[in-house]
């Protein structure tokens, strides 16, 4: 059971927009800590996607996009691609868990 | 350009010890902490331990709390990650990752396969 809630699947079309979301508590996400998002291609490490909340790193294409409020966050894909099929980790941090890393369980992005 | 290669990783039976180790190369080492992070296989991501630059600060996941032991030497750019009383739930792939808290994970090896088994 991850402390960050994230919805298992997802699937769009090409050329679709999508959303994951990641649903944490007060004493994560909505303790204002920032929320990552990491890209997991079959077979390879995972890549940074969005960090802290909403920026991309160098490379990231922007129809990537991350938004947060309250104790959620989410990762937004506009026109979908085939290569974006992959999983998607949100990560944030909690102060009441050892260590205080904390990872979504993953969502696998289907397209269609 | 940040390179972590991992190395150590292996078949061990459950009860076992294994001794994992990430070169890294491409930024100042001793100015980072430096964390593992595991992926059971068709599982998520989980954090595992992170100690802090100088070394003089660890951290763990509660899971591994009392198994697992990170280290580094910063004359050699390496850091560990020495695995005892190893449990089947073990199984899994450890990354090496730059940073801990704060940062985000930008940098990841590619991580090295561990299977408890008997």
């Known amino acids: 059971q991850s402390v960050l809630t994230q919805p298992p699947s997802v699937s769009g079309a090409p050329g679709q927009r999508v959303t994951i979301s990641c649903t944490g508590s007060s004493s994560n996400i909505g303790a204002d800590y920032d929320v990552h998002w990491y890209q997991q291609l079959p077979g390879t490490s995972p890549k940074l996607l969005i960090y802290?909340?909403?920026n991309r790193p160098s490379g990231v294409p922007d129809r990537f996009s991350g938004s947060k409020s309250g104790t959620s966050a989410s990762l937004a894909i506009t026109g979908l691609q085939a290569e974006d099929e992959a999983d998607y980790y949100c990560?944030?941090?909690?102060?009441?868990?050892?260590?205080?890393?904390?990872f979504g369980g993953g969502t696998k992005l289907t397209v269609l | 350009e940040v390179q972590l290669v991992e190395s150590g990783g292996g078949l061990v039976q459950p009860g076992g010890s294994l001794r994992l180790s990430c070169a890294a190369s491409?930024?100042?080492?001793?100015?980072?902490?430096m964390s593992w992070v595991r992926q059971a296989p068709g599982k998520g991501l989980e954090w595992v331990s992170a100690v802090r630059g100088p070394g003089d600060g660890t951290y763990y996941a509660d899971s591994v709390r009392g198994r697992f032991t990170i280290s580094r030497d910063n004359s050699k750019n390496t850091l560990y990650l020495q695995m005892n009383s190893l449990r089947a739930e073990d199984t899994a792939v450890y990354y090496c990752?730059?940073?801990?808290?704060?940062?985000?994970?930008?940098?990841w090896g590619q991580g090295t396969l561990v299977t408890v088994s008997s």
């Open positions: 491409g930024f100042t080492f001793s100015s980072f902490a």
């Open positions: 990752v730059k940073d801990f808290r704060g940062p985000p994970f930008e940098y």
């Open positions: 990560q944030s941090y909690d102060s009441s868990v050892s260590g205080s890393v904390v």
């Open positions: 802290a909340n909403t």
